[in-house]
């Protein structure tokens, strides 16, 4: 039993002491990013999901919600008659 005990702030000493060495060795390196999916191709997408999304809740909204059929939506008349009753003329 001749070990000597150490106290905790001992070892927190030891431990800064220890990632301090290891940082002065370690040299300085500039992280690159590689983007997996471009700028322009995510802006791209994100179009066309809004477009999808603004498209498929029309058609829930207007042929399950509102009592229509659903390939009603995409016809220019049905949006037409919406913005006749909209403007009210």
Sequence with gaps: ?????????????????S???????????KRVRVRLIPIWLRLILLVMSIFICVMAGSA???????????ADVFKESTWTHIIDLVDKK
Excluded: C
């Excluded at 039993?1 to 002491?17: A, G, H, I, N, P």
């Excluded at 290891?22 to 390196?29: D, K, L, N, S």
């Design 1 to 17: 039993m001749s070990e000597q005990v150490k106290t905790r702030e001992e070892f927190k000493k030891e431990k800064v002491d």
């Design 19 to 29: 990632q301090n060495a290891a940082e002065e060795v370690r040299p300085v390196t």
């Design 60 to 70: 829930v909204g207007y042929g399950m919600l509102g009592g229509g059929k659903i």
